[in-house]
């Protein structure tokens, strides 16, 4: 859930409310593929509800959870999911399709700023987890007591923005 507020925290309210309004909801069983690796990926996932895993070669690399994002690389780079992301629980998904988020981020360079940072941020904090876990780095965002001040700054506006999504794609 943290790493959701710190990825809403970045952004501004109306930045929520086009990424709930350019969604699309979906509930999900458990054991149902989200991604399959080697396949192009046509939507960055928020996980809204349950957990979902991360797995590559027989290995589970994660398991992600309320706020979590898949997709996220492919918004990066064009390339092919290079790993497989499976329900573990039943989950509620919001799919943002890559096609119409990119045009956004094209049109709106304040909209991209934010993201891009939202992101980056994000995907240092999944480095600093895959490092922590091999025994040589600093630990994780969901490890430490203590937030970085800019990041409490905004915690509790991401903590609603999250509510806002939560309540814009209930059906």
């Given at each position: 859930?943290?790493?959701?507020?710190?990825?809403?925290?970045?952004?501004?309210?109306?930045?929520?409310?086009?990424?709930?309004?350019?969604?699309?909801?979906?509930?999900?069983?458990?054991?149902?593929?989200?991604?399959?690796?080697?396949?192009?990926?046509?939507?960055?996932?928020?996980?809204?509800?349950?957990?979902?895993?991360?797995?590559?070669?027989?290995?589970?690399?994660?398991?992600?959870?309320?706020?979590?994002?898949?997709?996220?690389?492919?918004?990066?780079?064009?390339?092919?999911?290079?790993?497989?992301?499976?329900?573990?629980?039943?989950?509620?998904?919001?799919?943002?399709?890559?096609?119409?988020l990119?045009?956004?981020?094209?049109?709106d360079?304040?909209?991209?700023?934010?993201?891009?940072?939202?992101?980056?941020?994000?995907?240092?904090?999944?480095?600093?987890?895959?490092?922590?876990?091999?025994?040589?780095?600093?630990?994780?965002?969901?490890?430490?007591?203590?937030?970085?001040?800019?990041?409490?700054?905004?915690?509790?506006?991401a903590?609603?923005?999250?509510?806002?999504?939560?309540?814009?794609?209930?059906?």
């Amino acid at each position: 859930m943290r790493k959701v507020l710190i990825i809403l925290g970045q952004l501004r309210d109306e930045d929520v409310d086009w990424i709930a309004r350019n969604g699309r909801r979906e509930d999900a069983l458990a054991n149902r593929v989200v991604i399959a690796r080697d396949t192009k990926i046509s939507d960055v996932i928020f996980v809204l509800d349950g957990t979902v895993e991360v797995s590559a070669g027989g290995q589970v690399l994660a398991r992600l959870q309320r706020g979590e994002v898949l997709g996220e690389m492919s918004l990066i780079e064009n390339q092919t999911a290079s790993a497989d992301a499976r329900t573990v629980t039943p989950c509620t998904l919001l799919y943002v399709p890559l096609a119409v988020l990119r045009a956004k981020l094209a049109a709106d360079t304040g909209f991209a700023a934010r993201f891009y940072r939202a992101i980056a941020m994000f995907l240092a904090d999944r480095i600093r987890t895959m490092n922590e876990q091999r025994g040589n780095a600093a630990p994780s965002l969901d490890d430490l007591d203590e937030i970085d001040d800019d990041v409490l700054d905004v915690m509790h506006l991401a903590g609603q923005r999250f509510l806002t999504v939560l309540a814009s794609v209930a059906q």
